[in-house]
């Protein structure tokens, strides 16, 4: 079984930053993709970005590149999400995600695990 807990959302105003981060336990995680998902209010959850094992390839939705930005730690469990420029449709609660085919657009059912999701929440 694998655990993933979030941590770092929070209320921002408009155009500020937040980064999150996202902490695997529970087994090993070799060759695991990670990422972030996240689903706003009356909407479905929709990929955010992407990051294979090795940390050397990205993958982002276009309405947050150049805004975003996810990185992996030395230690390989753990992700973040570094966001800037928040803006209120950026609102929504993230899920930390594990394994599954890395690609531009992730589906969402090919997500093996997924955390708890922390809000971030950006107001006007």
């Known amino acids: 079984q694998v655990q993933l807990v979030e941590s770092g959302g929070g209320l921002v105003q408009a155009g500020g930053s937040l980064r999150l981060s996202c902490a695997a336990s529970?087994?090993?995680?070799?060759?695991?993709?990670m990422g972030w998902f996240r689903q706003a209010p009356g909407k479905e959850r929709e990929f955010v970005a992407a990051i294979n094992w090795n940390g050397d390839r990205t993958y982002y939705t276009d309405s947050v590149k150049g805004r975003f930005t996810i990185s992996r730690g030395n230690a390989k469990n753990t992700i973040y999400l570094q966001m800037n420029r928040l803006n209120p449709e950026d609102t929504a609660v993230y899920y930390c995600?594990?394994?599954?085919?890395?690609?531009?657009?992730?589906?969402?059912?090919?997500?093996?695990?997924w955390g708890q999701g922390t809000q971030v929440t950006v107001s006007s």
């Open positions: 995600a594990a394994n599954f085919p890395l690609s531009r657009a992730v589906v969402r059912e090919t997500v093996d695990y």
């Open positions: 529970g087994r090993t995680f070799i060759g695991y993709t």
